[in-house]
C-alpha cells in the first residue's frame, strides 16, 4: 500500500499563487490468485514439474514483475504410495498486490497392468472357466466394456469390470457363437476390441 501526497498549485491573472494541499491518497494492492495446477503420474516416476495459473495481474503486468516468485510444493516423492497428495503454494512477494494462494492436487496413480483378454470361455455351470474373465482389467475402474453379437446388438455393457461377464443378457444364456468386444480403458489409451467365443 502506498500514501501519496498530492499538491495542486493554482494560478490567476492579478492574484498570488494559491497552495490547496489536497488529503492524502491510498493506492491499495490489488488481489492476486496463485493457483497450484493439478498434477498426476504413476507410482515410481519422479514428481512432474509443479506449476501455477495466476489470476489477477493488472496493467499488464506478469509474473516476470514480482519481488519474489512463488513456492510450489508435494510431501509427495518418488516412492510414495498411491493416492492424493496436496500440492501448496506460497512466498510470493510484491509491494503491488495482495495474494490468494489456492492448493491443487497430486494423484499418483497405479502402474498400469498388462491386460489379457482370453479369446473363449465355457460357460457350462461347471465352474471352470464359466467367466470370461480378463486378468487385471478391475485395475480400470472407469473402463467401458460392450458386447455386441453378430447382428450388431449390444449383449453386454459396464463401466468398470468387477463382475466378469458370465455369457448372458437379460439373464438369460447366449448361444454358442462368437461375440465382438470393445473396452475403453479411459485413460487414453486406444480402444481395445476383438472377438470372444462362448462355448457351450
Given at each position: 500500500?502506498?500514501?501519496?501526497?498530492?499538491?495542486?498549485?493554482?494560478?490567476?491573472?492579478g492574484?498570488?499563487?494559491?497552495?490547496?494541499?489536497?488529503?492524502?491518497?491510498?493506492?491499495?494492492?490489488?488481489?492476486?490468485t496463485?493457483?497450484?495446477?493439478?498434477?498426476?503420474?504413476?507410482?515410481?516416476?519422479?514428481?512432474?514439474?509443479?506449476t501455477?495459473?495466476?489470476?489477477?495481474?493488472?496493467?499488464?503486468d506478469?509474473p516476470?514483475?514480482?519481488?519474489?516468485?512463488?513456492?510450489?510444493?508435494?510431501?509427495?516423492?518418488?516412492?510414495?504410495?498411491?493416492?492424493?497428495?496436496p500440492?501448496?503454494?506460497?512466498g510470493?512477494t510484491?509491494?503491488?498486490?495482495?495474494?490468494i494462494?489456492?492448493?491443487?492436487?497430486?494423484?499418483?496413480?497405479?502402474?498400469?497392468?498388462?491386460?489379457?483378454?482370453?479369446?473363449?470361455f465355457?460357460?457350462?455351470?461347471?465352474?471352470i472357466?464359466?467367466?470370461?474373465d480378463i486378468?487385471?482389467?478391475?485395475s480400470?475402474?472407469?473402463?467401458?466394456?460392450?458386447?455386441?453379437?453378430?447382428?450388431?446388438?449390444?449383449?453386454?455393457?459396464?463401466?468398470?469390470?468387477?463382475?466378469?461377464w458370465?455369457?448372458?443378457?437379460?439373464g438369460?444364456?447366449?448361444?454358442?457363437?462368437?461375440?465382438?468386444?470393445?473396452?475403453?480403458l479411459?485413460?487414453?489409451d486406444?480402444?481395445?476390441?476383438?472377438?470372444?467365443a462362448i462355448?457351450?
Amino acid at each position: 500500500m502506498a500514501i501519496i501526497p498530492v499538491i495542486i498549485v493554482l494560478s490567476s491573472t492579478g492574484a498570488a499563487n494559491v497552495n490547496v494541499a489536497m488529503p492524502l491518497g491510498t493506492v491499495i494492492p490489488a488481489p492476486l490468485t496463485i493457483t497450484a495446477d493439478n498434477k498426476s503420474k504413476t507410482f515410481g516416476e519422479a514428481n512432474p514439474v509443479l506449476t501455477v495459473t495466476y489470476t489477477g495481474f493488472v496493467n499488464n503486468d506478469g509474473p516476470a514483475q514480482l519481488t519474489g516468485q512463488p513456492i510450489v510444493t508435494t510431501p509427495a516423492v518418488t516412492n510414495s504410495p498411491v493416492g492424493q497428495y496436496p500440492i501448496t503454494v506460497s512466498g510470493a512477494t510484491s509491494p503491488n498486490y495482495n495474494f490468494i494462494y489456492i492448493p491443487g492436487i497430486l494423484a499418483i496413480n497405479p502402474v498400469p497392468q498388462n491386460i489379457i483378454i482370453p479369446n473363449a470361455f465355457t460357460p457350462n455351470g461347471d465352474g471352470i472357466n464359466d467367466n470370461w474373465d480378463i486378468k487385471n482389467l478391475n485395475s480400470y475402474l472407469n473402463c467401458i466394456v460392450q458386447i455386441y453379437n453378430r447382428y450388431g446388438e449390444n449383449v453386454y455393457s459396464s463401466i468398470g469390470y468387477g463382475i466378469p461377464w458370465d455369457g448372458t443378457y437379460k439373464g438369460a444364456a447366449l448361444p454358442t457363437g462368437t461375440y465382438y468386444y470393445i473396452i475403453n480403458l479411459k485413460k487414453g489409451d486406444k480402444l481395445l476390441s476383438g472377438y470372444v467365443a462362448i462355448i457351450r
